[in-house]
C-alpha cells in the first residue's frame, strides 16, 4: 500500500485539479498580492515531488521556519475558501449553510424581517432535499428571533414555529437512529465478516431485532427510508441472506431511481446501493442480471447526473473494477481476468490518498484469487503476502484468515512442501486466535498436512473424500460462509478430474 504523504496541505494542494488550482491563483491574487509569500509557499509544494520542510524553506526566499506553521496554516484556510467557491453551485449543502451565514449577519445588523425572509426560503430548500438537519438549523434561529423581535409576520407564528420544530426533531430522531444503526451493520462486517456460528447470529438478529422495532416507519422521510434499506442490506449480508440483501439493496436503488432529484445531489449512496446490490447478484450466481446491473453502473458513470468530483470518480473506480472481477470468478474466465490487473493497479496508485487499507485488501485477495485461477501460483502468492504482511489484522479478519488458507494451496500446488508444512503450524495458531477456526478450515488444513503420508495411488480418492465432506458442510447452517471466499471445491475437482480449475469453473457456467 501506497504510503500517506505526511502533510495535510501539501495533500491538499496535490488532490487540486488543475482548473481548482487556476480558481485558487485568481481567489487568492484578487487585491493584487502576487507576490504573497503564501502564493510561494503554494507554487513550492505543488512542484513538489514529495513534502520535505528543510527542502521548502530553503527554496522559498524570505520564508523563515517559525513563520512556517502559520504560513500554511493561512494558505490552507485560503484554499479551502477558494474551495467552497467553486464548489457552491455544485453542493445543496454549502448553498444552505451560505444563506445561513447571510441570515446571521442581517441578525447581526438589526435586520430581523430580512433575516426572517432568508430563513424561510432556506427552509423550503432544505425541506425539498430532506435536509432535516439544515432545517432544524433554520427553525432553531427562527425561533430566537421570533423570541427577541416581535415581527407579527404571521398569526399564531410561535405555535407553528413549535409544531413545525416538534415535526423536525422526530424526523430526526427516526433518521437518526437508523443512521447508527447501519454505521453500527457497517463496522461490524468491516471488522469480521459474515457470521461463524450460531452464537453469532443470534446476536446479530437480537441487536437488529431491538434497533428496527423501535423505529415508527410511518414517520421517514427520504432519509430516512434510505437508511432503513441499507440498514436491512448490512445486517442481510452479515448473517448470509443473500436473496435478502439481493431484494433490500434493490429497494436502496430503486429508491434513488425514483428520486431523480436525490439521485443528482447523492450519486455516491446510489452507487454504494448498485455496489451492494451486484455483490449480491455475484454470490447467487445471477450472471445475466448482474452484467444488466454493471452495464447501469457504466452507464451512470460515463453519463452521471451532477458534477464529477475526486470523491464520485474514486467510488466509481472501487465498483466498477470489483464487479468486473467478479465477472470473471462467475464464469471461470481467470486468464482474461488477469488482464485488468496492471490498469487497477495503477488506479491504486492513483487514488491512493482515497482508497482505505479495507479496499485495498479485497483487491489484493481478488486479484491473488485471479492468479490463482489462472495457474499462476507466484503471483497469487505475491498478492496473498501483501495481505499476510498487513501490520493490522484487526481490519477484515475474515480475508485475513483465507488469505493464509490460499497461501498454503498455492504453496502446496508448487511443490514448496517443506513452507507447508511449517506454515501449517503458524495458520492454526492464528486461527485461533482470531477465533475463527471453522470445519471447512480444519478439514482442509489436516487434508494438507497429511496429504504427505499418501502414497500416489491414494492422492485422488483423498481429493474426493474431502470434496464430498466439503459439499456436506456447505449445506449446514453458518458454514457456508468459507465457500464465498474460496471456491476450494473446485480446486478439488480439479485435481479429482486432472483438469485446470479454470476448465472446472468454466464447466459448470456452461451447464447452468
Same mark, same amino acid.
Given at each position: 500500500m501506497a504510503n500517506q504523504p505526511n502533510d495535510h496541505l501539501y495533500q491538499l494542494i496535490k488532490s487540486l485539479t488543475k482548473a481548482e488550482k487556476r480558481g485558487f491563483k485568481i481567489y487568492a491574487t484578487r487585491s493584487g498580492n502576487e507576490s504573497a509569500k503564501f502564493i510561494k509557499l503554494f507554487?513550492?509544494?505543488?512542484?513538489?515531488?514529495?513534502?520535505?520542510?528543510?527542502?521548502?524553506?530553503?527554496?522559498?526566499?524570505? =520564508?523563515?521556519?517559525?513563520?512556517?506553521?502559520?504560513?500554511?496554516?493561512?494558505?490552507?484556510?485560503?484554499?479551502?475558501?477558494?474551495?467552497?467557491?467553486?464548489?457552491?453551485?455544485?453542493?445543496?449543502d454549502i448553498q444552505l449553510r451560505e444563506q445561513l451565514d447571510y441570515a446571521r449577519i442581517l441578525y447581526n445588523k438589526g435586520l430581523y424581517q430580512q433575516s426572517l425572509k432568508i430563513l424561510e426560503k432556506t427552509k423550503e430548500v432544505a425541506t425539498q432535499h430532506y435536509r432535516a438537519t439544515l432545517r432544524?438549523?433554520?427553525?432553531?434561529?427562527?425561533? =430566537?428571533?421570533?423570541?427577541?423581535? =416581535?415581527?407579527?409576520?404571521?398569526?399564531?407564528?410561535?405555535?407553528?414555529?413549535?409544531?413545525?420544530?416538534?415535526?423536525?426533531?422526530?424526523?430526526?430522531?427516526?433518521?437518526?437512529?437508523?443512521?447508527?444503526?447501519?454505521?453500527?451493520?457497517?463496522?461490524?462486517?468491516?471488522?469480521?465478516?459474515?457470521v461463524r456460528n450460531k452464537e453469532d447470529f443470534e446476536n446479530i438478529s437480537s441487536f437488529f431485532s431491538e434497533s428496527i422495532n423501535s423505529i415508527d416507519i410511518s414517520k421517514?422521510?427520504?432519509?430516512?427510508?434510505?437508511?432503513?434499506?441499507?440498514?436491512?442490506?448490512?445486517?442481510?449480508?452479515?448473517?448470509?441472506?443473500?436473496?435478502?440483501?439481493?431484494?433490500?439493496?434493490t429497494k436502496w436503488v430503486e429508491l434513488f431511481r425514483n428520486n431523480p432529484e436525490m439521485l443528482a445531489l447523492e450519486p455516491i449512496w446510489y452507487l454504494k446501493g448498485m455496489h451492494v446490490l451486484l455483490e449480491?447478484?455475484?454470490?447467487?450466481?445471477?450472471?445475466?442480471?448482474?452484467?444488466?446491473?454493471?452495464?447501469?453502473?457504466?452507464?451512470?458513470?460515463?453519463?452521471?447526473?451532477?458534477?464529477?468530483?475526486?470523491?464520485?470518480?474514486?467510488?466509481?473506480?472501487?465498483?466498477?473494477?470489483?464487479?468486473?472481477?467478479n465477472v470473471h470468478f462467475i464464469d471461470g474466465s481467470f486468464t482474461d481476468g488477469v488482464q485488468l490487473v496492471p490498469e487497477l493497479l495503477k488506479k491504486l496508485d492513483k487514488f491512493a490518498d482515497q482508497v482505505d487499507p479495507h479496499r485495498i485488501l479485497i483487491f489484493y485477495y481478488k486479484i491473488a484469487c485471479l492468479y490463482f485461477g489462472a495457474g499462476n501460483n507466484k503471483q497469487s502468492i505475491h498478492f496473498l503476502n501483501k495481505i499476510i504482511n498487513y501490520p493490522d489484522s484487526r481490519l477484515r479478519e475474515d480475508i485475513h484468515c483465507f488469505a493464509r488458507i490460499l497461501n498454503l494451496i498455492a504453496h502446496f500446488e508448487m511443490g514448496n512442501r517443506t513452507l507447508v508444512d511449517y506454515q501449517i503450524r503458524s495458520v492454526y495458531r492464528f486461527l485461533r486466535k482470531m477465533n475463527d477456526l471453522n470445519l471447512v478450515q480444519q478439514e482442509i488444513l489436516n487434508f494438507i498436512?497429511?496429504?504427505?503420508?499418501?502414497?500416489?495411488?491414494q492422492t485422488k480418492e483423498a481429493f474426493l473424500n474431502l470434496r464430498n465432506?466439503?459439499?456436506?458442510?456447505?449445506?449446514?447452517?453458518?458454514?457456508?460462509?468459507?465457500?464465498?471466499?474460496?471456491?476450494?471445491?473446485?480446486?478439488?475437482?480439479?485435481?479429482?478430474?486432472?483438469?485446470?480449475?479454470?476448465?472446472?469453473?468454466?464447466?459448470?457456467?456452461?451447464?447452468?
Open positions: 507554487d513550492a509544494l505543488d512542484k513538489a515531488s514529495s513534502y520535505d520542510e528543510a527542502a521548502i524553506i530553503k527554496k522559498v526566499t524570505g =520564508i523563515h521556519k517559525r513563520q512556517l506553521s502559520n504560513l500554511k496554516a493561512h494558505l490552507y484556510k485560503q484554499i479551502l475558501t477558494s474551495l467552497r467557491l467553486i464548489n457552491i453551485n455544485h453542493n445543496i432544524y438549523e433554520v427553525l432553531v434561529f427562527e425561533k =430566537i428571533i421570533e423570541s427577541q423581535y =416581535i415581527t407579527r409576520s404571521l398569526k399564531n407564528r410561535a405555535d407553528e414555529l413549535i409544531v413545525e420544530t416538534q415535526v423536525t426533531l422526530n424526523s430526526m430522531t427516526e433518521y437518526t437512529a437508523l443512521s447508527n444503526l447501519a454505521l453500527r451493520l457497517y463496522g461490524i462486517y468491516i471488522k469480521a465478516g459474515h421517514l422521510d427520504f432519509f430516512g427510508k434510505h437508511y432503513l434499506n441499507v440498514s436491512h442490506a448490512w445486517y442481510s449480508l452479515i448473517v448470509q441472506d443473500f436473496l435478502l440483501q439481493y431484494r433490500h439493496a449480491a447478484l455475484f454470490v447467487l450466481g445471477h450472471a445475466k442480471k448482474h452484467s444488466r446491473e454493471i452495464e447501469k453502473l457504466d452507464e451512470f458513470l460515463a453519463n452521471p447526473p451532477s458534477r464529477i468530483d475526486e470523491n464520485l470518480e474514486t467510488v466509481g473506480f472501487i465498483y466498477s473494477y470489483t464487479s468486473k472481477i498436512q497429511n496429504l504427505g503420508n499418501l502414497k500416489q495411488d465432506r466439503l459439499l456436506e458442510i456447505n449445506k449446514m447452517p453458518y458454514q457456508k460462509r468459507p465457500f464465498l471466499y474460496l471456491d476450494i471445491v473446485s480446486w478439488l475437482e480439479s485435481k479429482i478430474y486432472e483438469k485446470s480449475v479454470q476448465e472446472i469453473i468454466k464447466g459448470k457456467f456452461r451447464s447452468r
